[in-house]
């Protein structure tokens, strides 16, 4: 025994002298991470509090059901019966957001640590990666109480890999592989984002002149693993699915325009999402990520122009993932949340140097993420304001149906909801430049959507009825109750509810 411990001896103080050195560059990185974890706890509490359940999450508080197998995200599937300790998923919220939290803070710390090569992040560094967390867009994740750490998840697994490319092309290769089958099977709207930072990481080693060699080997390992395992997705691991978003690709004589329309409707709606003084400060971001790159770069400075802008917009396109090219594609914020990653690399490089532009982009950052953190609270609050009006449009309704002669017959009514109770006053006298907040706030009390009836179908205990359109029209049936804020139609087998 003793002989066996003289021998591994060598090997041990090998691993330590390999560890310890890890250990205190991780350290170093704590105070940064304490930081930006408690930025975007605080910026997200406000959703926290509303308590609002997003969309898909009143289905899944009210059946406990999974429901991830038709969109092939089968590690959503797998890890959501550990974390909820069963395969009936019960309300554990907040703690499926917390989690997304940390896989937040930790994917920032990793994109921090590749764009500057060091643990040692400032406090610039750390405000200018904010909007990958709390950017508009993936503030709609966020929102969902059992999809949250899933989507957060996505993200993660896009970036880390990329912490091994300076270990050698077999790690590497792994990593990505393990990664983009990840990203694959939690939420495919994230597939943009290991290209995106590819990118970004040849450029920078490309304006340090490392060899063309290397930086190709590197490129051409990222390509590989890519292709590999959206092959592997696509034989093995996709499940058929066509429903709001159909990923089928169109002829190639329609590929191109196809393309092009849906990247101009993502910016169209990017226009009309954000307000104006946050499209001046994320354009000025950009303009500023050219001067740094150039100033810094050790190449001929017209190359380094033309080749970082070159990276700049093809990351600006990688963004949005692979959507364009879908016949079908998803148009909500939480499938742009790219967009917000995107500005978080344009910002975080726009801050790195010392160079007269870094103090401007600096202030730039601080006043973006600032706008961010702000309107994070907004859109929590707004949540909360649209759940209470809600709560009040459906407990008025139910009131007025269990009092009619209607209701107390047993016999099988058909139901049918027709309008639309809108945003809650409160959202409607919000200033115009908020519009994003018209796309992030779903109306869940309305007609002709599944999610806008299923709550006063399922949550207030009314027996004896089918949703689904009546068998008259409203005109023929006689008001059995009408106030400023619906009309209520029915006979012994059928009713309509008008919202006003």
Same mark, same amino acid.
């Given at each position: 025994?003793?002989?066996?411990?003289?021998?591994?001896?060598?090997?041990?103080?090998?691993?330590?002298?390999?560890?310890?050195?890890?250990?205190?560059?991780?350290?170093?990185?704590?105070?940064?991470?304490?930081?930006?974890?408690?930025?975007?706890?605080?910026?997200?509490?406000?959703?926290?509090?509303?308590?609002?359940?997003?969309?898909?999450?009143?289905?899944?508080?009210?059946?406990?059901?999974?429901?991830?197998?038709?969109?092939?995200?089968?590690?959503?599937?797998?890890?959501?019966?550990?974390?909820?300790?069963?395969?009936?998923?019960?309300?554990?919220?907040?703690?499926?957001?917390?989690?997304?939290?940390?896989?937040?803070?930790?994917?920032?710390?990793?994109?921090?640590?590749?764009?500057?090569?060091? $643990?040692?992040?400032?406090?610039?560094?750390?405000?200018?990666?904010?909007?990958?967390?709390?950017?508009?867009?993936?503030?709609?994740?966020?929102?969902?109480?059992?999809?949250?750490?899933?989507?957060?998840?996505?993200?993660?697994?896009?970036?880390?890999?990329?912490?091994?490319?300076?270990?050698?092309?077999?790690?590497?290769?792994?990593?990505?592989?393990?990664?983009?089958?990840?990203?694959?099977?939690?939420?495919?709207?994230?597939?943009?984002?290991?290209?995106?930072?590819?990118?970004?990481?040849?450029?920078?080693?490309?304006?340090?002149?490392?060899?063309?060699?290397?930086?190709?080997?590197?490129?051409?390992?990222?390509?590989?693993?890519?292709?590999?395992?959206?092959?592997?997705?696509?034989?093995?691991?996709?499940?058929?699915?066509?429903?709001?978003?159909?990923?089928?690709?169109?002829?190639?004589?329609?590929?191109?325009?196809?393309? $092009?329309?849906?990247?101009?409707?993502?910016?169209?709606?990017?226009?009309?999402?954000?307000?104006?003084?946050?499209?001046?400060?994320?354009?000025?971001?950009?303009?500023?990520?050219?001067?740094?790159?150039?100033?810094?770069?050790?190449?001929?400075?017209?190359?380094?122009?033309?080749?970082?802008?070159?990276?700049?917009?093809?990351?600006?396109?990688?963004?949005?993932?692979?959507?364009?090219?879908?016949?079908?594609?998803?148009?909500?914020?939480?499938?742009?949340?790219?967009?917000?990653?995107?500005?978080?690399?344009?910002?975080?490089?726009?801050?790195?140097?010392?160079?007269?532009?870094?103090?401007?982009?600096?202030?730039?950052?601080?006043?973006?993420?600032?706008?961010?953190?702000?309107?994070?609270?907004?859109?929590?609050?707004?949540?909360?304001?649209?759940?209470?009006? $809600?709560?009040?449009?459906?407990?008025?309704?139910?009131?007025?149906?269990?009092?009619?002669?209607?209701?107390?017959?047993?016999?099988?009514?058909?139901?049918?909801?027709?309008?639309?109770?809108?945003?809650?006053?409160?959202?409607?006298?919000?200033?115009?430049?908020?519009?994003?907040?018209?796309?992030?706030?779903?109306?869940?009390?309305?007609?002709?959507?599944?999610?806008?009836?299923?709550?006063?179908?399922?949550?207030?205990?009314?027996?004896?009825?089918?949703?689904?359109?009546?068998?008259?029209?409203?005109?023929?049936?006689?008001?059995?109750?009408?106030?400023?804020?619906?009309?209520?139609?029915?006979?012994?087998?059928?009713?309509?509810?008008?919202?006003?």
């Amino acid at each position: 025994m003793h002989d066996l411990v003289k021998r591994l001896d060598p090997v041990f103080s090998k691993i330590r002298g390999e560890v310890n050195p890890a250990i205190q560059e991780c350290r170093k990185m704590k105070k940064p991470f304490t930081i930006l974890f408690f930025i975007y706890l605080l910026g997200i509490s406000a959703i926290l509090r509303a308590n609002f359940n997003y969309i898909d999450d009143m289905g899944r508080v009210y059946s406990g059901y999974k429901g991830w197998e038709n969109f092939s995200r089968h590690t959503n599937m797998f890890l959501s019966g550990l974390l909820h300790a069963d395969n009936y998923l019960t309300d554990i919220s907040p703690l499926p957001q917390l989690l997304a939290v940390v896989l937040l803070v930790l994917t920032s710390m990793a994109v921090l640590y590749i764009i500057s090569g060091t $643990t040692e992040i400032s406090l610039w560094s750390v405000i200018a990666v904010i909007p990958l967390g709390l950017s508009p867009y993936f503030l709609e994740c966020i929102s969902y109480k059992y999809d949250a750490p899933y989507m957060a998840l996505s993200i993660f697994a896009s970036v880390v890999p990329l912490l091994f490319y300076r270990r050698g092309s077999i790690p590497y290769l792994t990593a990505s592989i393990l990664g983009m089958l990840i990203v694959c099977t939690t939420y495919q709207a994230a597939i943009g984002l290991f290209p995106m930072m590819v990118i970004l990481a040849s450029l920078l080693r490309w304006n340090q002149k490392e060899p063309l060699v290397k930086i190709a080997s590197f490129i051409l390992d990222s390509l590989i693993s890519f292709v590999v395992a959206l092959l592997l997705f696509q034989l093995f691991l996709r499940n058929g699915y066509s429903g709001y978003v159909d990923m089928s690709l169109p002829p190639m004589n329609q590929l191109f325009s196809v393309i $092009t329309q849906n990247y101009a409707h993502y910016f169209s709606l990017i226009k009309e999402d954000l307000k104006t003084g946050w499209l001046f400060l994320i354009a000025v971001l950009c303009i500023l990520f050219l001067c740094v790159n150039v100033r810094n770069s050790e190449q001929n400075k017209t190359a380094a122009f033309c080749v970082s802008s070159g990276a700049m917009l093809v990351m600006l396109l990688l963004s949005f993932g692979v959507y364009p090219a879908f016949q079908k594609p998803l148009f909500d914020p939480r499938a742009m949340f790219g967009f917000g990653v995107f500005i978080a690399l344009v910002a975080v490089v726009a801050t790195t140097g010392q160079l007269y532009t870094v103090k401007l982009s600096k202030i730039i950052c601080l006043i973006l993420s600032w706008c961010f953190f702000v309107f994070a609270f907004t859109y929590g609050n707004a949540l909360y304001a649209q759940k209470k009006y $809600t709560d009040f449009r459906i407990q008025m309704v139910v009131d007025d149906l269990k009092s009619t002669e209607v209701m107390m017959a047993d016999n099988q009514k058909k139901v049918e909801i027709i309008g639309s109770i809108g945003h809650a006053p409160a959202l409607k006298n919000m200033p115009q430049d908020y519009q994003i907040l018209n796309r992030l706030v779903p109306i869940t009390f309305q007609g002709n959507w599944h999610w806008g009836r299923f709550g006063i179908q399922n949550y207030y205990g009314l027996k004896n009825l089918e949703w689904t359109a009546v068998d008259a029209a409203p005109e023929d049936l006689p008001v059995i109750a009408d106030s400023i804020y619906h009309t209520i139609r029915a006979n012994q087998d059928n009713i309509i509810i008008v919202l006003k």
